[in-house]
């Protein structure tokens, strides 16, 4: 069975951090680019992250950029998102999806369930 899990989700505090992973089954990720997605309640989905397949170039948000890395492990069949420096408005269903190969934007052939991320005092 082909799929996409995420997790690493939850409870954190402003200024903190997590780390999220996107671990495939059924499939190989190696020639998949990558993406991370959020959406927060009421507002529409947003693209944080991507990391390549070929070279491992990665491209961010303005909004996370310098504050979260994403990494992939091949051996692993994982992709990593590192937030750190967490704000309240980074609060979000975190979901990741495959990417044909270079972050083109699409089409997204395969996504997990998303993990709960609440940054909150």
């Known amino acids: 069975q082909v799929q996409l899990v995420e997790s690493g989700g939850g409870l954190v505090q402003p200024g903190g951090s997590l780390r999220l992973s996107c671990a495939a089954s059924g499939f190989t990720l190696d020639y998949y680019a990558i993406d991370w997605f959020r959406q927060a309640p009421g507002k529409e989905r947003e693209g944080v992250s991507c990391?390549?397949?070929?070279?491992?170039?990665?491209y961010y948000a303005d909004s996370v950029k310098g504050r979260f890395t994403i990494s992939r492990d091949n051996a692993k069949n994982t992709v990593y998102l590192q937030m750190n420096s967490l704000k309240p408005e980074d609060t979000a269903v975190y979901y990741c999806a495959t990417d044909p190969g270079t972050c083109a934007g699409g089409p997204y052939d395969y996504w997990g369930q998303g993990t709960q991320v609440t940054v909150s005092s």
């Open positions: 990391i390549s397949s070929s070279d491992g170039s990665t």
